[in-house]
């Protein structure tokens, strides 16, 4: 009875339990096979396992989804497992609002073997299924491909006509990826395939693009107008002997974007130059949150981010982090000095700063801040991303009167 008490969720009925599975996201639903045995055994009856070839897989996915009904108890089974070749299993999980998880095991290999990734969505003439599925796969979140299911992803993405939104992650080995989508996909995320040398997309209608990882060689190909784009490569260059021309396709597309990631040291690198050489006034006139990755080990300066803030006057919302692990480059202040259009921020509403190595360099950002912006924004700052502080810049005339050192104050007792 106290045992019973003590876990209320636990003894809830199969049905209930099943739901909330469902619910939660793969990572997370996973895991509740070590709060019990309870748990442990009602994963396994969610789970359809099945045993084949490779050359099976694509298939048994396909009859999976066409099976699956959530409106049918008899068919509802979310969790499907295959085991193919040696040691190889897929597992694929049906989560809410038409989202599918492909997960690969994992080949432990100390030099993983290179493949390529070829993903042609939404094709002109989709493979005829006698079948169709009531469950039509919205978004695809991809995880663990490797050289021996490279070929398998390839074959079942054919079938997925209506996808908006995929995010491949932790591909080991993946060294080129080529993605061709005419239609319909809206979303890509691409997250730690630290091998990944090559990038190609074709998707027109695409607006989110989120990137972590090692700087690849992009192209993207009918250059579109993406609204947000997360371009994390605080993990340096993928390749050697890139140029700032290499990237000016990207460049094109992140332009009219609302939403912007940037690394200095990809400014420096890859966009300064570019602009530098460019007589035509070039500035992220939609650009309203900007987040900003900066490495301070060898001393902050700010003249870069001031340099790219003058590109950016309809910009909000600002949020600099300070990663001490973010790849940097020798200082290129002279061509920062090119490239800034002396433009004012007169809509500034938030700027948060995390991970400074002192309240000095906080204050001096501060400090540079004010010579361009025509307004008062919120300005917080964390060193351990949990206690927030407020820094506040006296106007010019208190500063003349105060001196400089009154703003020292201000910033470590607000």
């Given amino acids: ?27 997370s639903a996973i895991q509740t096979i070590f709060l019990s045995t309870r748990w442990r055994l009602l994963w396994n009856m969610a789970l359809v396992q099945k045993h084949g070839t490779k050359e099976d897989v694509a298939s048994a996915v396909s009859q999976f989804l066409t099976n699956f009904n959530e409106h049918d108890p008899r068919k509802n089974t979310r969790r499907f497992m295959f085991h193919f070749g040696k040691d190889s299993v897929l597992t694929a999980i049906i989560a809410p609002n038409n989202k599918l998880h492909l997960h690969f095991s994992a080949i432990k290999q100390e030099f993983p073997r290179r493949f390529g990734l070829l993903l042609e969505l939404n094709p002109q003439n989709p493979i005829h ?14 995880s663990s491909v490797n050289y021996l299911s490279n070929d398998i992803v390839s074959s079942i993405i054919l079938s997925f006509r209506f996808l908006e939104n995929l995010k491949i992650s932790g591909c080991n080995g993946l060294r080129t990826l080529y993605i061709d989508s005419n239609t319909k ?28 990882g090692p700087l690849p060689w992009f192209w993207p190909e009918n ?11 605080r993990k340096g260059p993928g390749y050697r002997g890139f140029e700032s021309c290499d990237f000016d396709p990207v460049l094109l597309t992140i332009k009219n974007a609302e939403v912007l990631t940037l690394c200095k040291w990809t400014f420096e690198a ?11 006034e070039f500035q992220f006139y939609n650009l309203k949150e900007l987040w900003w990755i900066d490495n301070s080990s060898e001393g902050y300066s700010s003249d870069s981010l001031i340099t790219f803030l003058k590109l950016c006057p309809s910009l909000e919302s600002l949020f600099i982090t300070n990663d001490p692990e973010s790849y940097h480059m020798a200082s290129t202040a002279a061509c920062s000095k090119q490239v800034g259009k002396h433009s004012e921020l007169g809509n500034l509403k938030v700027v948060k700063l995390e991970g400074f190595l002192n309240q ?3 204050i001096k950002f501060a400090e540079h801040l004010q010579e361009i912006i025509t307004v008062d924004p919120l300005i917080l700052a964390t060193s351990d ?22 703003l020292e104050v201000l910033a470590a007792t607000q």
């Fill in 1 to 27: 009875m106290e045992e019973t008490a003590g876990d209320i969720i636990s003894s809830l009925p199969s049905e209930i339990l099943f739901h909330i599975i469902s619910l939660l996201p793969f990572e």
């Fill in 129 to 142: 299924q006698p079948n169709p599925p009531a469950f039509f796969v919205k978004t695809l979140n991809l």
């Fill in 185 to 212: 996909l809206l979303e890509l995320t691409i997250f730690d395939c630290l091998h990944l040398k090559s990038v190609c997309i074709k998707s027109p209608k695409l607006r989110t693009l989120r990137y972590r």
């Fill in 223 to 233: 250059h579109y107008n993406l609204e947000d784009a997360m371009l994390d490569f």
């Fill in 270 to 280: 890859l966009i300064c130059p570019s602009l530098s050489s460019v007589e035509t």
């Fill in 360 to 362: 000095n360099d906080e």
């Fill in 385 to 406: 991303g949990i206690c927030w502080r407020r820094l506040v810049i006296p106007s010019q005339s208190q500063q003349t009167k105060q001196g400089v050192s009154n």
